[in-house]
Protein backbone atom coordinates (compact mmCIF):
# COMPACT_ATOMS: atom_id res chain seq x y z
CA UNK A 1 0.00 0.00 0.00
CA UNK A 2 1.28 3.29 -0.84
CA UNK A 3 -0.34 6.63 0.68
CA UNK A 4 0.00 9.92 -0.62
CA UNK A 5 -0.72 13.15 1.25
CA UNK A 6 -0.80 16.16 -0.70
CA UNK A 7 -0.30 19.94 0.78
CA UNK A 8 0.51 23.32 0.00
CA UNK A 9 -3.57 24.54 -1.31
CA UNK A 10 -5.29 27.63 0.05
CA UNK A 11 -7.09 30.38 -1.84
CA UNK A 12 -5.56 33.36 -3.29
CA UNK A 13 -5.91 36.10 -5.93
CA UNK A 14 -5.60 35.51 -9.74
CA UNK A 15 -2.23 36.31 -10.72
CA UNK A 16 -0.02 35.37 -7.88
CA UNK A 17 1.70 31.57 -7.09
CA UNK A 18 1.08 28.86 -5.02
CA UNK A 19 3.32 25.84 -4.37
CA UNK A 20 1.77 21.89 -3.75
CA UNK A 21 3.66 19.22 -2.19
CA UNK A 22 2.99 15.40 -2.19
CA UNK A 23 4.85 13.07 -0.21
CA UNK A 24 4.46 8.84 -0.82
CA UNK A 25 5.22 6.82 2.02
CA UNK A 26 4.43 3.11 2.54
CA UNK A 27 5.41 0.26 -0.07
CA UNK A 28 6.75 2.37 -2.81
CA UNK A 29 8.81 0.02 -5.38
CA UNK A 30 11.03 2.34 -7.84
CA UNK A 31 10.75 3.38 -10.49
CA UNK A 32 7.28 4.72 -10.59
CA UNK A 33 5.88 8.21 -11.99
CA UNK A 34 3.55 11.12 -10.61
CA UNK A 35 0.66 13.04 -11.63
CA UNK A 36 -1.45 15.89 -11.08
CA UNK A 37 -4.69 16.02 -11.48
CA UNK A 38 -7.52 18.20 -10.69
CA UNK A 39 -11.59 18.23 -10.66
CA UNK A 40 -13.34 21.65 -10.05
CA UNK A 41 -17.25 21.51 -9.04
CA UNK A 42 -19.60 20.10 -11.41
CA UNK A 43 -16.46 18.44 -14.14
CA UNK A 44 -14.79 15.42 -14.87
CA UNK A 45 -11.64 14.58 -13.30
CA UNK A 46 -8.52 16.50 -15.26
CA UNK A 47 -4.94 15.97 -16.32
CA UNK A 48 -2.36 18.59 -15.43
CA UNK A 49 0.87 17.49 -15.38
CA UNK A 50 3.17 13.97 -14.86
CA UNK A 51 6.62 13.26 -14.19
CA UNK A 52 8.69 10.27 -14.87
CA UNK A 53 11.26 8.36 -12.12
CA UNK A 54 14.07 9.96 -14.12
CA UNK A 55 12.29 13.22 -14.32
CA UNK A 56 11.03 14.32 -17.84
CA UNK A 57 7.94 16.09 -17.59
CA UNK A 58 4.06 16.59 -19.29
CA UNK A 59 1.40 19.25 -19.16
CA UNK A 60 -1.50 19.83 -20.20
CA UNK A 61 -2.00 22.42 -23.13
CA UNK A 62 -4.50 24.40 -20.26
CA UNK A 63 -1.88 24.76 -17.87
CA UNK A 64 1.84 24.68 -19.69
CA UNK A 65 3.80 27.76 -19.13
CA UNK A 66 2.28 28.50 -16.38
CA UNK A 67 2.83 25.52 -14.08
CA UNK A 68 5.93 23.36 -13.27
CA UNK A 69 5.53 19.69 -12.02
CA UNK A 70 9.29 18.62 -10.29
CA UNK A 71 10.19 15.68 -8.16
CA UNK A 72 12.56 14.99 -5.54
CA UNK A 73 13.45 11.06 -5.07
CA UNK A 74 15.38 11.50 -1.78
CA UNK A 75 11.68 12.63 0.04
CA UNK A 76 9.38 10.77 -2.39
CA UNK A 77 8.15 13.97 -3.03
CA UNK A 78 6.65 15.34 -6.25
CA UNK A 79 5.87 19.14 -6.27
CA UNK A 80 3.60 21.27 -8.71
CA UNK A 81 4.46 25.02 -8.70
CA UNK A 82 1.47 26.94 -10.20
CA UNK A 83 2.21 30.61 -11.44
CA UNK A 84 -0.02 33.29 -12.85
CA UNK A 85 -3.10 31.56 -11.48
CA UNK A 86 -6.99 31.85 -13.10
CA UNK A 87 -9.92 31.46 -11.51
CA UNK A 88 -10.48 28.83 -14.14
CA UNK A 89 -7.68 26.50 -12.08
CA UNK A 90 -9.87 26.87 -8.71
CA UNK A 91 -10.26 22.63 -8.16
CA UNK A 92 -9.63 20.45 -5.69
CA UNK A 93 -5.69 18.95 -7.04
CA UNK A 94 -4.79 15.26 -6.62
CA UNK A 95 -1.60 13.20 -6.80
CA UNK A 96 -1.04 10.16 -7.76
CA UNK A 97 1.63 7.23 -8.10
CA UNK A 98 1.97 4.97 -11.10
CA UNK A 99 4.63 2.18 -11.16
CA UNK A 100 6.71 2.07 -14.41
CA UNK A 101 9.31 3.79 -15.88
CA UNK A 102 7.35 6.33 -18.10
CA UNK A 103 4.87 9.20 -17.24
CA UNK A 104 1.78 8.62 -17.63
CA UNK A 105 -1.46 11.32 -18.71
CA UNK A 106 -4.38 8.47 -18.32
CA UNK A 107 -5.84 8.21 -14.68
CA UNK A 108 -6.67 4.68 -14.94
CA UNK A 109 -2.99 4.08 -15.42
CA UNK A 110 -2.74 5.46 -11.75
CA UNK A 111 -2.85 2.86 -8.52
CA UNK A 112 -2.84 5.15 -5.56
CA UNK A 113 -4.40 8.31 -5.04
CA UNK A 114 -3.87 11.50 -2.69
CA UNK A 115 -7.27 12.65 -0.36
CA UNK A 116 -6.54 16.13 -2.31
CA UNK A 117 -6.23 19.69 -1.64
CA UNK A 118 -8.37 22.43 -2.52
CA UNK A 119 -7.19 25.48 -4.60
CA UNK A 120 -9.24 28.64 -4.53
CA UNK A 121 -8.24 31.65 -7.02
CA UNK A 122 -10.38 34.82 -6.84
CA UNK A 123 -10.99 37.26 -9.11
Known amino acids: QVQLVESGGGLVQAGDSLRLSCAASGRTFVPYAMGWFRQAPGKEREFVAT???????FHSDSVKGRFTISRDNAKNTVYLQMNSLKPEDTAVYYC?????????????????WGQGTQVTVSS
Open 96 to 112: AYARGNDYYTRARLYSY
Open 51 to 57: ISWSGTT
